[in-house]
């Protein structure tokens, strides 16, 4: 099935989609990619890869009274949003929407990357942050919702979205850059040779770029090392 995230997607669909890139102001961009870059389904994106998406994200302007998502609908997106400004207004969420998430402790713990892409204090109560996602699950596969989910804010709220198709193709896209990019060096090294090849491209979908200025320590003598790191430009 199409709608199955998982699902091998034909080359063609891959390499040839295109996606609009939606403008939006430099604090926006900043607090998105805040929440996504802590999100079980983003954390092991590049933050290039991360970028794109944040490039193509929807912005929805959404009234006080109006709902996002609801209840038996069958649900296509992703949505960023505040979550003072919405609330459960029918059905049983299960805690879905009530606890908190990764993009909320994303939200709370990484304000200083964000102000430093954005250049701005995104501290600050007149700077936007997402804290709350809705829609995990319909990036993977067609879900309905169990709950209406409305904005309560008396001017109205401002979201973000992502369709799963869209979701799809740029995962497949950075699964396909990442192992064409690793799969030959990892072939050499001596301690992996026990890994098939699957295995190994597997591996390859999981490493992530981090970048080091002069001075950063990238292991220090006598702490635990909890990373495999590959040097690429030094």
């Known amino acids: 099935r199409q709608a199955v995230s998982a699902e091998v997607m034909d080359d063609g669909e891959v390499d040839n989609a295109t996606f609009e890139s939606v403008p ?12 996504l870059e802590k999100h079980l389904l983003f954390n092991h994106f590049d933050d290039s890869n991360l970028h794109q998406f944040v490039d193509i994200l929807e912005v929805r302007s959404v ?12 649900i296509d997106k992703f949505f960023l949003v505040k979550k003072k400004h919405f609330a459960v207004t029918d059905g049983d969420d299960d805690g ?8 909320t402790e994303a939200a709370k713990n990484n304000a200083d990357k964000a102000m430093s892409m954005a250049k701005t204090l995104l501290s600050s109560s007149k700077k936007p942050v997402f804290d709350k996602t809705i829609g995990d699950r319909s990036l993977m596969y067609e879900t309905c919702s169990d709950y209406t989910l409305t904005c309560t804010a008396d001017k109205g709220a401002e979201v973000l979205c992502l369709g799963r198709q869209a979701f799809k193709v740029l995962s497949e896209r950075a699964s396909k850059e990442k192992r064409a990019r690793y799969e030959g060096f990892l072939g050499k090294v001596k301690f992996l040779n026990g890994l098939d090849a699957e295995r190994k491209l597997q591996l390859a979908d999981s490493l992530k770029v981090h970048k080091f200025d002069k001075g950063e320590f990238l292991i220090r003598h006598g702490e635990p090392g909890a990373w495999f ?6």
């Open 63 to 74: 009234a006080k009274g109006e709902p996002i998502i609801k209840k038996f609908d069958a």
């Open 229 to 234: 790191s590959i040097i690429e430009e030094a």
């Open 96 to 103: 879905e929407f009530t606890k908190d998430d990764a993009a």
């Open 24 to 35: 939006k102001a430099d604090d926006v961009k900043a607090a998105a990619f805040a929440a």
